[in-house]
């Protein structure tokens, strides 16, 4: 039996310069947490490292998956201005795709997650560059603090999705694709956005953010797993993530694995 991974959807030009070598650089699928003990188990336990203003919150957490006990999952919630960071290096003058699965516990959040440059020890939105925004239902890019333009299409509560954002350093550009939910096809929904908070030219991106907003205060949170950077490729497939792919928390995300592995019989 062959297994061949079906991409369908529009795809940006970049899809030309794909490689077919996989260079997966890092991985976040919340399996090395340690969740024998009473406490909640923090992401900066791990890789991952905080800043923020308040510096007591709890709310990025790893918790097990409710229906699927031998999955671990992230979930990012509150408003305490917390900043979680890992360092997949994408250098200038190349492309990167960064791909996760993500579920909103409710439509009440906003959640900056995408790739931060290197002008601030202390990454705020100001440092922001090739993100997505999760908020109120809308998914939004980024184009710089306080400007978040609407890419015109939303996202419903409880609903596994895939997303790819693929990050083009030469031309300073980012491209978004979505699969799960209403998109039953893996669907381009931005092309060609500014990559901001960077100088053309000197944009290498050295790590990943993931950022609640201040509007996020009434929220349960998103649910994360699966976090994959692959450098210097352009990778709309499937990752190769050690871990069971569901999202069994919501019970909704082997629905879109399902739809973006399509298997011919050989």
Known sequence: MMCKCIVSGCLSALVAVSSASAAVTFVENFEGFDLSGPD???????????????????????????????????????AGEDYFISSPVVPDNSVATFAFDVAALDLLGDVNIGFGDSTDASPNNGNLAGAIRFVNGDIQTFAGPGNSPSTGFSYAANTGYTIWTVVDTTADQYDVFILGGAFATQTQIANDVAITGTAAGTNSLPFLLVRPNNG???????????????VGNVNLTAFNVPEPGSMGL?????????????????
């Not at 919501?250 to 050989?266: E, N, S, V, Y």
Request: proline share 3%; net charge negative; aromatic share 6%.
């Open 40 to 78: 909640p188990v923090l992401w900066a336990s791990g890789d991952w490292t905080e800043f923020g203003s308040s510096g007591f919150n709890i709310s990025h957490t790893v918790i097990v998956d409710a229906t699927d006990p031998t999955n671990q999952v992230g979930v990012a919630a509150d």
């Open 216 to 230: 996020n205060s009434d929220s349960a949170g998103l649910v994360l797993d699966n976090l994959a950077v692959d």
């Open 250 to 266: 919501l019970g909704l995300g082997l629905t879109a694995l399902m739809a973006r592995r399509r298997c011919d019989d050989k």
